[in-house]
């Protein structure tokens, strides 16, 4: 049985995201990438302007890289929380 992570885990863990159009998406050669690599591939469906992305959630910056200059893509950067005070 596998679980979900929480979307704060999944941001925390996999904090470096790329935004593909769901449609344009080649599922066989993302697999083949993942595996190449030896790495899991954490995704989330995302509805933007009625069209559906995937987005790609990676723990090293690196591998997000070389994801985005193969299939190419967004980033996705998440604003920094800042501490109380």
Same mark, same amino acid.
């Given at each position: 049985?596998?679980?979900?992570?929480?979307?704060?885990?999944?941001?925390?863990?996999?904090?470096?995201?790329?935004?593909?159009?769901?449609?344009?998406?080649?599922?066989?050669?993302?697999?083949?990438?993942?595996?190449?690599?030896?790495?899991?591939?954490? +995704?989330?469906?995302?509805?933007?302007?009625?069209?559906?992305? +995937?987005?790609?959630?990676?723990?090293?910056?690196?591998?997000?890289?070389?994801?985005?200059?193969?299939?190419?893509?967004?980033?996705?950067?998440?604003?920094?929380?800042?501490?109380?005070?």
């Amino acid at each position: 049985m596998t679980r979900e992570l929480s979307r704060a885990l999944l941001n925390r863990k996999y904090p470096h995201k790329i935004r593909l159009l769901a449609e344009r998406v080649r599922l066989d050669d993302v697999i083949a990438f993942h595996i190449k690599l030896g790495i899991t591939t954490k +995704t989330r469906s995302v509805l933007k302007h009625h069209a559906r992305y +995937t987005l790609y959630c990676f723990e090293k910056y690196d591998h997000a890289q070389m994801f985005q200059a193969l299939f190419g893509g967004e980033w996705i950067i998440r604003a920094q929380k800042t501490g109380r005070g």
